[in-house]
Structures are given as C-alpha cells and as structure tokens.
C-alpha cells in the first residue's frame, strides 16, 4: 500500500555517539545565540509598560524618570520618582540597591545611555522603560501632572 521506511533508522541516529555530540553541539550553540538576549533582557533591556506594571507590582521595582523636573512636573508616571541624569553622581545613592530600578525618559532613548551610568554606578538591576512616557500614555496608563 505505499512507502515502506526501514524501522529503527531513527533510533540508530540517536544511539551513535557520534551523532549525540552533534546533537548537543547544535543545542551549545542554539544556546550561545540566544544568551547574549537572555542577558540583554536582565541587565537593562527595555520593559514595555505592561511588564513594567509586573515588575512594580512583583518585585516592588522602583520607577525612576530621569528628565528634569520641570518635564517631569508636565506630565509623569504616578509612582516615578525624579532624578534627572544630571543629578546621578551625587543622587544615585538614594535608589535602592535591593530592588530593580526602571528609567523612565521620554521616549525611552536616553534611557539606555542612563542606565549604563547607573550600572556604573553599582546598580545592578537596572531596566528602561521602552518608548519612555510616550509609549506608557499611548499604553492607556495613567500619567499625573502637578499643577
């Protein structure tokens, strides 16, 4: 009734040493590839606001926004504390050491650099929120003013 295949071929394959390491060698390096992401994604990848929210939520992450204070009385996240960059040498020892920091700046771009300082600094858990205020307003999150 059709194609007949030889019973057993596939198991030989895994079953010779040769072709294991192969196997393993080609998992090493599926691995190699993705870490670089994995390492990215703890140390300072961004955060969209959705998994920002989590992070304030479950880890108690403290959200920093890094512009100045008259940005920052215009119009901000709630819970953010400010701490324009300008201020970090002589204010980065307020943040706590003990929780995942995440910067918050305009449109997340300046961020980055920011939080590389704060690393820098001896912050390790340092996250940007990606697309900055911008992309937590246009997420339907609350933004607060001060008249």
Known sequence: MGHHCPSGHTVDFFLNQNNLLLIAVAIGAGLMLAWPMLQRSRSGAALSPAQAVQMMNHQHAVLVDIRDASAFQAG????????????????????????????????????????????????????????????????????????
């Open 76 to 147: 901000h996240i709630p819970q953010a504390r400010n701490l324009p960059v300008a201020d970090f040498e002589k204010k980065a020892a307020t943040l706590p050491k003990n929780k995942p920091i995440i910067l918050v700046c305009d449109q997340g771009k300046s961020a980055m650099p920011a939080a590389t300082k704060l690393r820098a600094l001896g912050l390790t858990e340092v996250t940007v929120l990606e697309g900055g205020l911008r992309a937590w307003a246009a997420a339907g999150m609350p933004v607060t003013a001060n008249k």
